[in-house]
């Protein structure tokens, strides 16, 4: 099982959803550099279960133990290390999941592969609790990105049907960014907001759950980070995107949109400004040509699939006897893990541009 990703900014993840604690192995950071921790814990926090009634009741504090790599108020340039304890857990309510296959899970291919020795509980190693420490990684990434001017944010695009407005697709602005972040459900339309809360509402109370929709941007990115075909700054954001559990799409820019329109239209073409910098008038192409990126803001959407968890009775099977079962799952569930998952997004998408600068030789002091 592989659980390591990236170049020069590495992460080995470890740990399942019901172990004693989950964590990870930050490699690449750069000597020197000063982590606000106030800053590290308001992103765990966006990302932390239980603190309202659209997230799951299991309340973790997610309180982040530094191992190493940290001396002096200073990375070392060594790899930090991270724990972070699992302790609201309820393992008994997984105990008829061992040979019942819940539908849409890992467990039956898990169980398959790993001949029975898996831990089922909670997903295990599946689970989206191994998200806590890539959160962890991201924000640290972010706050090295800021010395370069570069910022990350996204907004809930949409829940099930109900749809929030899109980026300005050529100019984003930070401060909207900071605003969303701060904000329980993200969207550029407040009064989206509601109807979303509402709907995810509605089919908590049904037992069921809702997907959905995020949108994120990167800003101020430089020219041509990325490398032509395998390593181009798309394929590695979107390898890493979909490492979220529960995500099951990627498109960038204007994404399959772009496959409706003609040539004439779907090309972003160049001006300069006032200023003499190279922009274009529409961005089809999401940020990314050939791979590089454009210096164009970055802008790509992730869909997220309904819970699988549901408290509604679903047909599945059992493997020791061999027979078609009804399973009710128990235990605490997201009604829609959206709210929570945009953060995540966020943090993949710091620690894959910030893997690219460092290869492109930016030192960060």
Avoid: W
Avoid at 80 to 85: E, F, R, Y
Avoid at 119 to 131: C, E, H, K, P, V
Avoid at 196 to 207: A, F, Q, R, T
Avoid at 208 to 226: F, K, M, Q, R, W
């Amino acid at each position: 099982m592989s659980n390591t990703i990236g170049n020069k900014f590495k992460i080995t993840l470890f740990g399942e959803s019901h172990s004693d604690s989950i964590g990870a192995v930050i490699e690449g950071i750069p000597a020197g550099i000063v982590i606000d921790f106030n800053k590290t814990k308001f992103e765990m926090d966006r990302r932390r279960p239980g603190k309202s009634d659209i997230s799951t009741s299991r309340n973790e504090i997610d309180d982040v133990k530094i191992l190493s790599g940290y001396f002096n108020d200073k990375t070392t340039g060594s790899p930090i290390s991270i724990t972070i304890k699992n302790e609201n857990m309820k393992s008994k309510d997984y105990s008829k999941l061992i040979q019942n296959m819940r539908p849409s899970h890992a467990d039956y291919p898990a169980k398959i592969k790993f001949n029975g020795y898996n831990d089922y509980r909670g997903g295990g190693a599946f689970s989206g609790r191994l998200t806590a420490p890539i959160v962890f990684a991201g924000a640290i990434a972010k706050q090295i990105l800021k010395k370069k001017n570069i910022f990350i944010g996204s907004h809930i695009s949409s829940i099930k049907n109900i749809k929030d407005d899109n980026f300005n697709e050529l100019e984003i602005k930070t401060e909207l960014l900071e605003k969303l972040r701060k904000e329980k459900i993200p969207t550029i339309n407040n009064e989206i907001a509601i109807k979303m809360e509402n709907e995810i509402l509605e089919y908590k109370k049904n037992g069921d759950s809702v997907g959905g929709i995020v949108e994120a941007t990167i800003i101020n990115l430089p020219i041509g980070l990325g490398e032509p075909i395998f390593d181009s700054f798309e394929s590695k954001l979107a390898h890493m995107l979909f490492s979220i559990p529960g995500l099951k799409g990627v498109e960038f820019g204007k994404g399959f949109e772009v496959s409706q329109m003609i040539g004439s239209d779907a090309n972003d073409e160049y001006y300069y400004d006032e200023f003499k910098n190279i922009k274009t008038y529409s961005n089809n192409n999401g940020g990314i040509l050939g791979g590089l990126t454009t210096s164009m803001p970055v802008i790509f959407k992730v869909a997220f699939k309904p819970t699988p968890s549901i408290s509604i009775k679903q047909r599945t099977i059992n493997l020791e006897t061999e027979e078609n079962v009804e399973l009710k799952i128990k235990g605490r569930h997201d009604p829609c893990i959206v709210p929570r998952a945009l953060v995540v997004v966020e943090a993949v998408a710091a620690i894959v541009t910030l893997d690219f600068l460092l290869e492109s030789g930016i030192y960060y002091g």
